[in-house]
């Protein structure tokens, strides 16, 4: 057979495997029916490892890399965790006869709650300086709206954020109302506006892009400011999601978010940055890269790409911002002095400190 007639047999063949992806989906749905009826969870991570293991033994049996094998079934379980999580959001009907505001929704993660809402049944409507966003009604601005929506988000850069807060107080809104902002010490006097006047608020941190699609595995953090009301009504708008729900102070946040956030974040910046002033071409060292260069290249370039503005707020607006940039510093003048000095001893007494406390993190999960 000729090139193209080979091509043309492959492109047919992964037609015919996408059509059978298909049909898996239309099962996947009417799995995800059956389980709701009955009251069983999304997940069932028994029966995810029999399925992997069947796969490893059909590839094998067929000629096929047992890891190939697995890793495809990986993709097709994650793809049939998404139908069934969205189904379930859509089935439970939380928003059903209710609205929503979203203050800043034109955003990418306000686009996402708009699409999070939408899909619950609420009326989501979007006030937004930059215009009205395709799918949702428009509030042109939401100061002379009348405020009486059941759920007001505000999804904006962090101080922009916080003047919102203290407007809204003002206004006294009768529905709940939270903020989706990274950090929460600089919102502070807005949400505590919001309390002082008694109104529903608390704050939620989605630890998640809005590129997510499936919410297993991913962290949902509520801020309890002492409305019971607002906490429990926020907590509920996941509840038929998969995401991990927790539940702290605002100040324990943001000491916490400068390790998860800043720290990581910072580790990205410092790494590319080193990189760009070496004077070595990216391409000369893509091409002699390992692997662990290309997964630290990878998770920067993602980091580089994200907005400078946000990820600015992160670093100069956290109260607790600076106690992790300090350990970040202080941790590189070890590995320097140990380097420095031919202190064997030392350099390897940081990686085994750092094995125990990362095999810690592996047990916690």
């Not at 997940?43 to 028994?46: A, V």
């Not at 091409?287 to 630290?296: E, N, R």
């Given at each position: 057979m000729t090139l193209d007639e080979l091509r043309a047999q492959l492109n047919q063949l992964d037609k015919q495997l996408l059509d059978v992806v298909a049909q898996r989906q239309l099962i996947v749905?009417?799995?995800g029916r059956v389980k709701q009826d009955i009251g069983k969870g999304t997940?069932?991570?028994?029966r995810e490892r029999e399925v992997l293991l069947r796969a490893r033994d059909n590839a094998a049996a067929a000629g096929i890399s047992p890891a190939l094998g697995e890793a495809l079934l990986q993709l097709l379980i994650r793809g049939s965790l998404t139908t069934q999580e969205q189904a379930r959001v859509a089935a439970q009907g939380r928003g059903e006869g209710r609205s929503a505001l979203l203050i800043g929704g034109a955003g990418k993660m306000g686009r996402w709650f708009a699409s999070f809402l939408s899909s619950q049944g609420f009326r989501v409507e979007i006030a937004d300086p930059s215009g009205p966003v395709e799918g949702y009604d428009h509030v042109a601005d939401w100061r002379t709206n009348g405020l009486d929506q059941d759920l007001i988000v505000?999804?904006?850069q962090i101080k922009l954020t916080n003047e919102i807060l203290m407007a809204l107080a003002e206004r006294r809104p009768r529905g709940v109302v939270f903020d989706i902002g990274s950090l929460k010490t600089p919102l502070r006097p807005g949400l505590q506006a919001l309390?002082?006047?008694g109104c529903k608020v608390t704050s939620v941190h989605p630890m998640f892009g809005p590129d997510t699609e499936l919410l297993s595995g991913r962290h949902v953090i509520f801020i309890d400011l002492g409305s019971s009301e607002a906490l429990r009504e926020a907590q509920a708008l996941f509840a038929s999601t998969m995401a991990q729900q927790v539940t702290m102070s605002l100040d324990e946040h943001d000491r916490l978010i400068a390790y998860v956030l800043g720290l990581s974040h910072a580790l990205n910046i410092a790494f590319f940055t080193a990189l760009a002033e070496s004077g070595e071409a990216a391409p000369r060292?893509?091409?002699?890269?390992?692997?662990?260069?290309?997964?630290?290249?990878?998770i920067a370039e993602k980091v580089a790409n994200e907005s400078p503005n946000l990820y600015f707020e992160i670093q100069h607006l956290n109260e607790y911002g600076r106690e992790s940039l300090k350990a970040l510093r202080d941790a590189v003048e070890r590995i320097w002095q140990s380097v420095d000095s031919n202190d064997s001893a030392a350099f390897a007494a940081l990686m085994q400190r750092?094995?125990?406390y990362l095999s810690g993190r592996v047990k916690e999960r």
């Open positions: 749905a009417e799995i997940r069932d991570f028994k505000v999804a904006t309390q002082r006047v060292l893509a091409a002699m890269s390992s692997t662990t260069y290309d997964a630290q290249a990878d750092g094995r125990e």
